[in-house]
């Protein structure tokens, strides 16, 4: 069994900052790529950045510049830092990983999501 479980949203002004934490655990032997999506009431779920094992990062053009993503391999841990938020970052936040379990099944994994709320 495989467990994300994301932490950090909460309501924000425009122009401030958040980071965001997502932490897996259980049957895991490896992770390959982690990432981050949201979903805006209304809309699709869209990609907002993901990195490698080895550190390499995409991101979204709208947040680039603005959003930082990074990860801790020993703590299976991936974060992303928010910066100058716009009232349409407004989103929930799920975080993903590309993971081999132990009984070496590779599959993608999903946190509960977290809201991050932007105000004008």
């Known amino acids: 069994q495989v467990q994300l479980v994301e932490s950090g949203g909460g309501l924000v002004q425009a122009g401030g900052s958040l980071t965001l934490s997502c932490a897996a655990s259980?049957?895991?032997?490896?992770?390959?790529?982690m990432g981050w999506y949201r979903q805006a009431p209304g809309k699709q779920r869209e990609l907002v950045a993901t990195?490698?094992?080895?550190?390499?990062?995409n991101y979204v053009d709208d947040v680039k510049g603005r959003f930082t993503i990074s990860r801790d391999n020993a703590k299976n841990t991936v974060y992303l830092q928010m910066n100058s938020l716009k009232p349409e970052d407004t989103a929930v936040y799920y975080c993903?990983?590309?993971?081999?379990?132990?009984?070496?099944?590779?599959?993608?994994?999903w946190g509960q999501g977290t809201q991050v709320t932007v105000s004008s």
């Open positions: 993903n990983a590309y993971l081999m379990t132990t009984t070496f099944h590779r599959n993608a994994y």
């Open positions: 259980g049957s895991i032997f490896s992770i390959n790529n």
């Open positions: 990195i490698t094992s080895g550190g390499s990062t």
